[in-house]
């Protein structure tokens, strides 16, 4: 069982960054593949990116250049940060567990086993 709190979201003005922050429980946290997701309102869910326990990163088109995935195995905890923000990245922010070891359906949320809690992400003047 993992447990899975995010932290770090607020509101920042376009152009701004931020960093996102998840903490994990359990002793087994550098066997997981760690992803961000996020969801707007009245919007599916959508993956961010990943961060594969190879340290190997995926992330979405959208957010390329712009995101970071980081983990620090020793501290079980994923971070993301956000720089450039636009308005459309507002959303609620997931964090989620994985593990599989396959790159196969990393973008899927069905193919994350925990989930966090979500934290908000609101960029706007």
């Known amino acids: 069982q993992v447990q899975l709190v995010e932290s770090g979201g607020g509101l920042v003005q376009p152009g701004g960054s931020l960093r996102l922050s998840c903490a994990a429980s359990g002793r087994t946290f550098s066997s997981y593949g760690m992803g961000w997701f996020r969801q707007a309102p009245g919007k599916e869910r959508e993956f961010v990116t990943v961060?594969?326990?190879?340290?190997?990163?995926y992330y979405a088109d959208s957010v390329k250049g712009r995101f970071t995935i980081s983990r620090d195995n020793a501290k079980n905890t994923v971070y993301l940060q956000m720089n450039s923000l636009k308005p459309e990245d507002t959303a609620v922010y997931y964090c989620?567990?994985?593990?599989?070891?396959?790159?196969?359906?990393?973008?899927?949320?069905?193919?994350?086993?925990?989930w966090g809690q979500g934290t908000q992400v609101t960029v706007s003047s």
């Open positions: 961060i594969m326990r190879t340290g190997t990163t």
């Open positions: 989620a567990a994985r593990s599989s070891s396959s790159s196969y359906g990393v973008a899927a949320y069905r193919g994350y086993d925990y």
